[in-house]
């Protein structure tokens, strides 16, 4: 059986940390959220990484075209203190999980994107994200991991 380990309330100052090195992807975040996320088991820190996440109780529209299903996996943010740490983490959430986990980022976050797809998910999807009242403004893309489709080199 995998497991991770889920944030407990002493590690929030050593996550909120993590998050201010990412500033410019992470605007967003806020203390009083992550705490939540710590109180109700969706955060998980482990060697310096972070996962938030939820499963969805009903079935829920991602972006434009994607449809989630109940139980299946909503990934908020994946973040880590240095690079090249978060594939191993990423990699043990997935069996951990043992479901499909939907993401949806930044299409400007390049690094994001290519580090999705070296871990095994496809893009199947947009998003838009309102700025300043403007929708559409933050342009997105969806992404999934689900073990039960192979990925193979052509779809990467």
């Known amino acids: 059986m995998h497991s991770m380990n889920h944030a407990v309330e002493s590690d929030f100052d050593r996550v909120y940390e993590i998050f201010k090195l990412h500033r410019e992807w992470f605007p967003h975040v806020r203390t009083d959220k992550l705490k939540r996320q710590i109180e109700r088991k969706q955060l998980i820190i482990e060697n310096d990484v972070v996962i938030t996440y939820k499963y969805y109780k009903v079935k829920t529209k991602i972006g434009k075209e994607v449809q989630a299903l109940p139980n299946d996996c909503i990934l908020h943010q994946i973040v880590a203190k240095k690079p090249g740490t978060a594939s191993a983490v990423l990699q043990k959430f997935f069996k951990y999980t043992k479901r499909k986990v939907f993401l949806s980022v930044r299409r400007d976050n390049n690094i994001a994107s290519k ?27 969806v992404y999934l991991y689900d073990k039960n489709v192979e990925i193979t080199m052509e779809t990467k």
């Open 115 to 141: 580090f999705y797809l070296k871990n095994d998910m496809r893009l199947v999807g947009e998003h838009n994200w309102a700025k300043n009242g403007v929708k559409d403004a933050l342009p997105g893309d």
